[in-house]
Antibody, heavy 120, light 114 residues
């Protein structure tokens, strides 16, 4: 069974940092591209970042570019999101999600999400 | 690519048809394979999104056949042929055509029972 489980969310002050993790099981993690998608309270979905299966190709949404860093450890079946210089508008649930196939793919499996709250 | 859904909310009686529209700011049809890089997701309260359809009209495994998708290029439609109580949710369209991968989503359509 495919499982993705996010962790690391919490309350942080504006300007602070947080590192999210996504532990996966049930599939060959090293063969799949991965993403982070977030959802502000009561709002829609916003794609945040993408990383290829090898980690060699990375993209970010404009709203997080220069502040967030995506990475992965294929040996540990884990995906990460380092979030720095956090802003109030970064508040929301952060999901990790799998690309079904190579770039140009829907997101076929999602974690349950971890809540990040940026507030003073 | 900007995705725009209509309407923002919709109330339909049980057993009736529900139709949600999605428009992309540029074509998501890739001429080399004649595929539309468009997906639909369903999100229920407190849950992550669930993939319903991809390639605009291909149902994900396990999705009931009352869900169907149509359209090409820039205009797409999600249809629920006979609304069930379990279909109450927010529905999102998403393009996966852009390069670099952007996975941009529509703003969502909230579907309720009338």
């Amino acid at each position: 069974e495919v499982q993705l489980e996010e962790s690391g969310g919490g309350l942080v002050q504006p300007g602070g940092s947080l590192r999210l993790s996504c532990a996966v099981s049930g599939f060959a993690f090293s063969s799949y591209d991965m993403n982070w998608v977030r959802q502000a309270p009561g709002k829609g979905l916003e794609w945040v970042s993408y990383i290829s299966s090898s980690g060699g190709t990375i993209y970010y949404g404009d709203s997080v570019k220069g502040r967030f860093t995506i990475s992965r450890d294929n040996a540990k079946n884990s995906l990460y999101l380092q979030m720095n210089s956090l802003r109030v508008e970064d508040t929301g649930v952060y999901y990790c999600a799998r690309d079904r196939w190579a770039p140009g793919s829907p997101l076929d499996y999602w974690g349950q999400g971890t809540l990040v709250t940026v507030s003073s | 690519i900007v995705m725009t859904q209509s309407p923002d909310s919709l109330a339909v009686s049980l057993g009736e048809r529900a139709t949600i529209n999605c428009k992309s700011s540029q074509s998501v049809l890739y001429s080399a394979n004649n595929k539309n890089y468009l997906a639909w997701y369903q999100q229920k309260p407190g849950q992550p999104p669930k993939l319903l359809l991809y390639w605009a009209s291909t149902r994900e495994s396990g999705v009931p056949d009352r869900f169907s998708g149509s359209g090409s290029g820039t205009d797409f439609t999600l249809t629920i042929s006979s609304l069930q109580a379990d279909d109450v949710a927010v529905y999102y369209c998403q393009q996966y055509y852009g390069s670099p991968p952007g996975h941009s989503f529509g703003q969502g359509t909230k579907l309720e029972i009338k």
